[in-house]
Structure formats: structure tokens, C-alpha cells
């Protein structure tokens, strides 16, 4: 177990950010934008698709699709409306996790906040703008249905509803300014502390951040068990985004001094695959 801290750290940044940080490194560092687009359009698409399953009008045929349609030809056919809400629903549903992972490399740059909970939480907004009709045809503008029915798709309208509105949540929203800030965070660890090629890091079970020392006063009594080691890209994406107090410490009094200080060593193969961050050599390192 790790011992306590000091008192002055910086806040853990939200797993959410940090993915989209390391993405927008990685971006940086090959030189080619990861294409979010693609992932949008295909939640427009479940979105579409979710209200033809709900609002697909007589065409001629006689398809199963068109909740409404359905419910205006057959009021006592309530299987097949039901059929088609859930399926709905679930459309919902991936579309808007599709939005969110886009969200999640490349969130909105707006500054205001009406903005960024509209874009953020897109997939809840669709959810009410598809289902919301057929509850106003339902409850509103058809009272001349069987109560039965009413009583059946109003049901499992409100729980479809829910499920795919709760389903469809953004939890841990980003805006490009949490990014930014992760990004300016991991770019002055990898050049302040001295980070190169095959120098790995270390992070416990039960801690939040990673260590540069094996011997930090910190994990030394760790059980090894509970210890992995591992480029930083490791230890961010099991967010541990933030270097040990003790750590930075020391080696900010060694670097001061003009000392060596020995760090966790990876074999060569996961040295090959150590982030693409930024890297300045420290001057006690340079003619190593």
C-alpha cells in the first residue's frame, strides 16, 4: 500500500480525458488526424433508422416497421408496435455511444456551456426527439384506441424511453480544454522528468499515480504482487496519469545536484512501445 501524500497534488484527470489526450499526442506525433467522422455520421444513421422504426409511413407494403403506421392500421396489433419501439431504443442506444467514443478523441472546442451539454449529451436529446411524438399521438391525439393497447405501448414506451435515454448518457463529458490541460500536464512530465526511450515506469494495484523510482519511499513496501511496470502509456491508460510527489521530488534535488538517479528500466520490446510524447534530456543525462 502506497503511504499517504503530500498534501499539494494535482487533480487526477478523468479517464475520459486522458483518452482523449493520449489520442490527440498520438495525432501529434504521426501527423494524421484520427477520423471521427465516420463514427458520427454512422449515429445519424442508428438515429435515422430508430425513427423509420417508429414513424415509417405506409408505402404500399405491408412491412412490420412504423410503430405509428402501425398503431393507426391495427390499434389491436400492439406486438408488432412494441417490437418496433424496443428496437428503436436499442438504435438509440448505439448510436449515441457511438457519438460519445467520437466525443471522447475529439470533444467540442466551444467555450459555451448551453453548447458543449448539447453536443455532449446528443444521444439523450435524439432519444426525446424520436420517442417524444409517438407519446403525444398516444396519450394527445388518439383516444379513440383500445385502452388496452394505450395502456401496454404507454408502458413500454416510458421504460424503452428511460432505458435508452440513461443508456445514451455522457458521464464523463470532455471539453477541449480538459484535453488540452491533460495534454500540457503529460508533455511537461515526459520533458521535465527526463523520460527516453526504455525508461519505464511503476504504478500499484490500490495507488493513482506512477512512480519513476522501484524505490520510492512510497511503494518500496509494496507487494510486488501488486506492482506493474510499464511504459507511460501503460500507466495512463490504467489512469495513473500523475508522477509521485516523491518522485518528482527527488529527482528535481538530484537534477539540482548535478546526481545520477537510476529509473525502471524496460526490456526492449516494451521500450519500442513507450508513448510518442515530447522528450528533453536533462542535463546530468546528456553525456551518458
Not at 31 to 44: E, S
Not at 90 to 114: D, F
Not at 178 to 185: G, M, S
Not at 242 to 253: I, S, T, V
Request: glycine fraction near 6%.
Amino acid at each position: 500500500m502506497e503511504t499517504k501524500k503530500p498534501a499539494a497534488e494535482k487533480k487526477q484527470p478523468s479517464a475520459a480525458a486522458l483518452k482523449a489526450a493520449l489520442a490527440q499526442l498520438e495525432e501529434q506525433e504521426s501527423g494524421k488526424k484520427k477520423n471521427t467522422v465516420i463514427y458520427r455520421i454512422l449515429a445519424f444513421v442508428c438515429w435515422a433508422l430508430a425513427a423509420v422504426a417508429m414513424y415509417l409511413p405506409y408505402i404500399g407494403l405491408n412491412l412490420p416497421f412504423g410503430a405509428v403506421r402501425v398503431l393507426f392500421l391495427d390499434p389491436n396489433n400492439w406486438i408488432v408496435v412494441i417490437i418496433d419501439i424496443i428496437v428503436a431504443g436499442v438504435l438509440c442506444v448505439i448510436g449515441a455511444r457511438l457519438w460519445v467514443y467520437a466525443n471522447h478523441i475529439h470533444p467540442t472546442k466551444s467555450h459555451n456551456k448551453v453548447v458543449q451539454f448539447i453536443w455532449n449529451q446528443l444521444g439523450v436529446i435524439m432519444a426525446g426527439i424520436i420517442f417524444a411524438p409517438l407519446a403525444i399521438i398516444l396519450i394527445i391525439n388518439r383516444k379513440d384506441l383500445p385502452q388496452k393497447t394505450k395502456t401496454i405501448v404507454a408502458a413500454v414506451l416510458a421504460l424503452v424511453f428511460v432505458g435508452a435515454s440513461a443508456g445514451s448518457a455522457d458521464y464523463h463529458p470532455v471539453t477541449q480544454d480538459q484535453v488540452n490541460e491533460v495534454v500540457q500536464q503529460l508533455t511537461e512530465e515526459a520533458e521535465g522528468y527526463g523520460f527516453t526511450d526504455g525508461d519505464g515506469v511503476r504504478w500499484t494495484k490500490y495507488g493513482n499515480c506512477f512512480h519513476i523510482f522501484s524505490d520510492c519511499q512510497s511503494i518500496k513496501r509494496s507487494n510486488p504482487d501488486n506492482c506493474t511496470d510499464g511504459s507511460i502509456e501503460d500507466a495512463i491508460e490504467s489512469n495513473r496519469a500523475r508522477l509521485c510527489e516523491f518522485c518528482k521530488r527527488r529527482y528535481e534535488e538530484a537534477k539540482a545536484n548535478g546526481e545520477e538517479l537510476s529509473k525502471i528500466s524496460l526490456p526492449t520490446e516494451a521500450g519500442d512501445d513507450l508513448p510518442v510524447l515530447p522528450t528533453e534530456v536533462p542535463d546530468s543525462e546528456a553525456g551518458d
